[in-house]
């Protein structure tokens, strides 16, 4: 099994374009999540979904947007990309229980310059 | 909502045992979940405490106090490999949301020959 793929692994946008990080997972999990890391910092939940079409804000969700069309697949899109959003992005699964570990994709370094 | 609290970096001999401790503020979790994630990689599962008390699982063990707000991971026999930084995590009580996991800063150990 693949796990958990995201792509792509770098990136440098320019401030004001779009651009969508791709996640998707093969372990039929239903839960999903984005997740950003600041350097030195730990992890904020941007975004989750608890299933196909299901999705809320988490912590940060300012600047983002999210949709789960299928069970597999988490896109993450930024519209208008500010320098503040430069950052680590993780796409993680779970299985459907909360006491389930997640496993995390290798995650998109994005600067906005 | 929950604080975290983890020391920035701790710096451990090869061969030797540190802890590293994660105290917290929080008004209910369900769990505390431990990872590891070397530089440049995606966090990775090490434990999961929901009782008071040790889990041991090899060279890693972790710790659990929820009347002192306050858990450890024990890390024995330090290799090299084991310099990382380290995340404590809490997930929230039991609802729709999954795993909505929130980590604290992170810790980053240092292992010296």
């Known amino acids: 099994n693949a796990g958990v793929t995201q792509t792509p692994k770098f990136r440098i946008l320019k401030i004001g374009q779009s651009m969508t990080l791709q996640c998707t997972q093969d372990m039929n999990h239903n839960y999903m999540y984005w997740y950003r890391q600041d350097p030195g910092m730990g992890l904020k939940l941007i975004y989750y979904s608890v299933g196909a079409g299901i999705t809320d804000k988490g912590e940060v969700p300012n600047g983002y947007n999210v949709s789960r069309s299928t069970t597999e697949d988490f896109p993450l899109r930024l519209e208008l990309a500010a320098p503040s959003q430069t950052s680590v992005y993780f796409c993680a699964s779970s299985y459907s229980t909360t006491n389930e570990k997640l496993f995390f994709g290798s995650g998109t370094q994005l600067s906005v310059l | 909502g929950q604080n975290i609290d983890q020391p920035t970096e701790m710096t451990a001999t090869e061969g030797a045992i540190v802890q590293i401790n994660c105290t917290y503020q929080t008004s209910g979790f369900n769990g505390l979940f431990w990872y590891q994630q070397h530089a440049g990689e995606a966090p990775t599962f090490l434990s999961y405490n929901v009782l008071d008390g040790l889990e041991e699982k090899g060279r890693f063990s972790s710790f659990l106090s929820r009347s002192k707000g306050y858990s450890y991971l024990l890390l024995k026999e330090l290799q090299m490999k084991d310099s990382a930084s380290y995340l404590c995590?809490?997930?929230?009580?039991?609802?729709?949301?999954?795993?909505?996991?929130?980590f604290g800063g992170g810790t980053r150990l240092m292992v010296k020959p």
């Open positions: 995590a809490l997930n929230p009580p039991s609802n729709n949301a999954g795993n909505m996991l929130t």
